[in-house]
């Protein structure tokens, strides 16, 4: 029986067929978005295309993980115990953050509201819909693959940063729905790219911590859903959580915890090759 063969640069091939399956999928959204569709129905076609990079992989998995289960692969991204101290240090220092950017924005906007719910209703609706637009779609593909991916070769600081500027990347249709023209577009795109990429770093050091995707997703919910909720200026929402995640950043790569940054490679996707499968 033939040996089936894997595929050659599999995160350059991720990265591609992500942004092909979601960019026709953003058009549907603003298309539905114009003909006038209720709230709802724009939602759940947005959180389907946020689903994108977890279809792209789903596809390509039997190429890159010849003869292996994708099921397995997914349970094993949850396998290993939760480090109670890992999710409290990362809910102290995003809310820490949340605290700081509703502080600024309040003193500095003038607006009726400062949160952007006004009922526990919306809160949880705004709540659950952030989770399933963002991390539970996204976390799979971009982490729980294309980062571990390229830690085989590379240290986990320089894997951040190469998968933070291509998910960067992969929102580019998200900012021209900004309304944000000029100079302030060419400001949010740069702030939103120093947040995507410094918030990439927090996620690689407390990922490699507890390697259990639930990590990256309470860190991804947490960044998606403190910005929704404060009622701001988005240029200075985006400025702000730049900054800050930033600050956050370069602490963890200074400190570098227990060598989870740059102090080594190959940290395992934990999968197992199947009787008579070369490793």
């Given at each position: 029986m033939s040996k089936e063969k894997k595929l050659k640069k599999p995160v350059a091939n991720f990265i591609l067929l992500t942004n092909i399956i979601?960019?026709?999928?953003?058009?549907?959204?603003?298309?539905?978005?114009m003909l006038g569709f209720p709230a709802w129905v724009i939602d759940v076609m947005f959180c389907i295309s946020a689903w994108s990079s977890t279809f792209a992989f789903a596809i390509l998995f039997k190429k890159i993980y010849p003869g292996q289960s994708f099921i397995q692969f997914v349970k094993d991204k949850f396998n290993n115990k939760l480090k109670f101290s890992v999710i409290l240090n990362v809910i102290w220092i995003q809310t820490f953050i949340f605290l700081m950017v509703l502080f600024l924005v309040s003193k500095n906007n003038e607006v009726d509201s400062i949160f952007t719910v006004s009922s526990w209703g919306m809160l949880f609706y705004f709540f659950f819909k952030n989770l399933l637009s963002g991390p539970l779609g996204e976390e799979l593909g971009w982490r729980g693959f294309a980062q571990l991916e390229l830690q085989k070769k590379n240290s986990p600081?320089?894997?951040?940063?190469?998968?933070g500027f291509w998910w960067g990347m992969w929102h580019l249709p998200i900012w021209f729905t900004t309304r944000l023209v000029?100079?302030?577009?060419?400001?949010?795109?740069?702030?939103?790219?120093?947040?995507?990429?410094?918030?990439?770093?927090?996620m690689t050091a407390f990922f490699n911590l507890n390697k259990n995707l639930v990590i990256p997703i309470i860190?991804?919910?947490l960044f998606n859903f403190f910005i929704g909720l404060i009622n701001g200026n988005l240029l200075d929402l985006i400025?702000?959580?730049a900054i800050f995640y930033?600050?956050?950043?370069?602490?963890?790569?200074?400190?570098?915890p227990k060598n989870v940054l740059y102090g080594q490679k190959d940290t395992n996707l934990r999968l197992q090759p199947l009787k008579g499968q070369a490793d």
């Open positions: 979601f960019l026709p999928l953003f058009c549907v959204v603003g298309v539905i978005s600081l320089k894997a951040s940063i190469i998968i000029g100079i302030e577009l060419i400001k949010y795109i740069l702030f939103f790219m120093i947040a995507i990429m410094s918030i990439k770093i927090v860190i991804h919910q400025m702000y959580n930033f600050v956050a950043a370069v602490i963890f790569i200074i400190i570098n």
